[in-house]
């Protein structure tokens, strides 16, 4: 998964934190607090339909 195998990784470094994947570049299933990727969502449908609502932001946010 990208966020697990790049995006937490490549932010836990851009923000100088201290586990384990700032040095493998990889999610090491750490149990850390200070852990990054703690929380992900993955949505496959919408019931009922029109319930979840995306909004886009024109602005650099990171990754």
Same mark, same amino acid.
């Given at each position: 998964?990208?966020? !697990? ?12 934190? !201290? ?8 999610c ?14 993955i ?5 009922? !339909? ?14």
């Amino acid at each position: 998964l990208r966020i !697990k195998n790049y995006a937490a990784p490549t932010n836990a470094m851009r923000l100088d934190m !201290k586990t384990p994947c700032t040095k493998s570049s990889y999610c090491e299933e750490c149990k850390g607090t200070n852990r990054i990727c703690n929380s992900w969502t993955i949505t496959e449908k919408s019931f009922p !339909k029109g319930r979840t609502k995306v909004v886009l932001i024109n602005e650099d946010l990171g990754l």
